[in-house]
């Protein structure tokens, strides 16, 4: 299986942490550098989208978005599971985990936006989206006892997106109003599977 990926994506390391944790890390899923920005074809056979992560399967079908493919990979390889079957604790996991997505598709769009030229630029959009960072972590700070309670997809899912927000926004001030989400932060980062796809490194 090829799994395309760029360093710098949240959405693509999410499943590099992923794989790490379920002890997967290089077996069956070969990890493909790519540049989603300049549409090379065979993302684009993957993924018409032209987004990272996409996945080629090994019976010859892809597919494109990180929440499916962390579904699958989870369901397919051994390891621990990441995210149950079924019931609350799989409601559990997706609650997380959607909060995480929205976080990460904020802290994107307000990065992506801040990199227009002048004059494209819009200051009202990133204000909007970098409120929207710092809602989302008003409210993960408000259900830490979920967070804490053990680290499936829906932990995983959180750390990546606060470390992107720490990456990409160092001056965003969610940790004011989230001072526990804040120091969980700082104790996930240390994980080897954060350790080893560390977007800086
Ligand atoms: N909803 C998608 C978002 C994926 C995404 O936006 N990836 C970015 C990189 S962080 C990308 O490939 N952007 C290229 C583009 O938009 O053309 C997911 O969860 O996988």
Redesign the pocket.
Known sequence: MKLYV?K?????RKLLVLLREKGQAGSRVEAVQTD??TSPGDLLAANP?????ALETDEGWSM????A?AEYLDEILPGPRLLPPAGPARWRELRLAALA?AMT?AA?SAAIEGRRPDGERSPGWVARQTAAVERTAAALEAQLELLTAGFGLGALSVGVALDYVAFRHPGVPWRDAAPGLAAWHSEVVRRPSFQATDPRG
């Open positions: 760029n710098t994506s949240p959405y693509a989603p920005w989208a032209s987004k990272v992560p494109g978005e990180s929440w493919i997505q598709d994107f």
